[in-house]
């Protein structure tokens, strides 16, 4: 019995998910676009309406089925429209949560949680159609010194003004910008070579040097990052922390050769593997 009960549980299981999910997605089109439950309930009401009235007319005067009916019709679409549009909020505060679990509340970048589902998204993807994948790992050079120095308010503004420059250059609607943790950005980029990944990290440094934020702690007297890049053909062997990984390797010896500068590796299934 506790064989047959354990083989058809997860038959039970998964039908139960599916309906649950038919049902919130339901729930979520009818929350996005309330008219549609204010309609039908309208309809509904009307065609209550017009049953009551057959249905009683000979046995009430006239007056009284009249007005009876309006008033049960009123209080139907009434409750109909009302039903719509607390859905939509209840719709609307869950997309927020879900948002808010994926965003980066200071920058508005997605978070590090959304990175990896990113990433393994784009890296199933890329091995299907077979075509690269680039990661880039962006470090702002000395940032702590910056904080120590001119406070974490300060040390915020930096951030996002960083986040707005990898923005501009990682534009395409397929590049996906996270800020990764404390000073640390990743930016996932499809179909696109070490080459091109290497060109795309050096124009986020130069366009961050730009900024000339003052920095009086560091070398460059101004804020800049060091920028490890990391381009594979996903396949057999290889994992998306692989990606990641070496990116951050490469921003360490970006780091390493001086900071303010790029370092990308084109990774083969040799050089992952031993």
């Known amino acids: 019995m506790a064989t047959l009960q354990s083989r058809s549980s997860p038959r ?56 009876l009916a309006v008033a049960l019709g009123a209080a139907a679409v009434s409750a109909s429209w009302l039903f719509a549009f607390v859905l939509r909020e209840q719709v609307s505060k869950e997309k927020k949560l879900r948002r808010l679990s994926t965003t980066d509340p200071l920058t508005g970048l997605a978070n590090r949680r959304s990175l990896e589902l990113h990433l393994t998204q784009e890296w199933d993807k890329a091995r299907q159609r077979g075509s690269p994948l680039s990661v ?15 406070g974490h308010a300060a040390g915020d503004e930096v951030l996002i003004a960083v986040a707005h420059c990898v923005q501009r250059v990682a534009r395409r609607s397929a590049d996906f910008v996270s800020r990764y943790g404390g000073e640390e950005f990743v930016v996932v980029l499809p179909r696109v070579t070490a080459d091109v990944a290497t060109v795309m990290a050096d124009a986020i440094r130069a366009e961050v040097q730009g900024l000339q934020l003052p920095h009086v702690t560091s070398e460059y007297q101004r804020i800049t990052v060091s920028i490890g890049g990391a381009t594979c053909n996903p396949g057999e062997g290889f994992a998306p922390t692989h990606l990641v990984e070496a990116a951050d390797a490469q921003m360490y010896a970006a780091k390493a050769a ?3 500068r790029v370092q990308t590796i084109a990774l083969t299934k040799t050089a992952v593997t031993t």
């Open 258 to 260: 001086g900071r303010n």
């Open 12 to 67: 039970r299981s998964s039908t139960g998910a599916s309906m649950h999910l038919v049902l919130r997605r339901t729930a979520q089109i009818l929350g996005v676009h309330p008219m549609i439950i204010g309609v039908l309930g309208t309809g509904f009401a009307v065609g209550l309406l017009s049953l009551m009235l057959d249905a009683v007319q000979m046995t009430l005067g006239d007056a009284t089925v009249f007005v």
């Open 136 to 150: 880039l790992f962006i470090d702002i050079d000395h940032f702590k010194r910056f904080n120590d120095t001119l």
